[in-house]
């Protein structure tokens, strides 16, 4: 059975950075397409970034040039790299792993998450 696992989050101010990570188990991890992804309160799950098995990334518009997604198959991890928060940027981050790059549909039970919260 698969794992995810996300830590990282915690309290930063508008303007600052932050790295969440996710450690995987269970799986081969080298050919998954994976994704994270947010939630904020009152409001739906949505996929932030995606980064296929040959290193191919993909974000939406309000986390362009503000949110890099790496991974490293060695260590079966995969990182969101966070900068100029913002407080809109609040939520429970998770990651998972995706069917394919052309769907935000996942293959995996979610984790706890990783909670995120952007205020002065």
């Known amino acids: 059975q698969v794992q995810l696992v996300e830590s990282g989050g915690g309290l930063v101010q508008p303007g600052g950075s932050l790295r969440l990570s996710c450690v995987a188990s269970?799986?081969?991890?080298?050919?998954?397409?994976l994704g994270w992804y947010r939630q904020a309160p009152g409001k739906q799950r949505e996929l932030v970034a995606r980064?296929?098995?040959?290193?191919?990334?993909n974000y939406i518009d309000s986390v362009k040039d503000r949110f890099i997604i790496s991974r490293d198959n060695a260590k079966f991890t995969v990182f969101l790299y966070m900068n100029r928060l913002k407080p809109e940027d609040t939520a429970v981050y998770y990651c998972?792993?995706?069917?394919?790059?052309?769907?935000?549909?996942?293959?995996?039970?979610w984790g706890q998450g990783t909670l995120v919260t952007v205020s002065s």
């Open positions: 998972n792993r995706l069917v394919n790059f052309q769907t935000t549909s996942v293959l995996d039970a």
């Open positions: 980064i296929s098995s040959g290193g191919m990334t």
């Open positions: 269970g799986t081969t991890f080298t050919i998954d397409t």
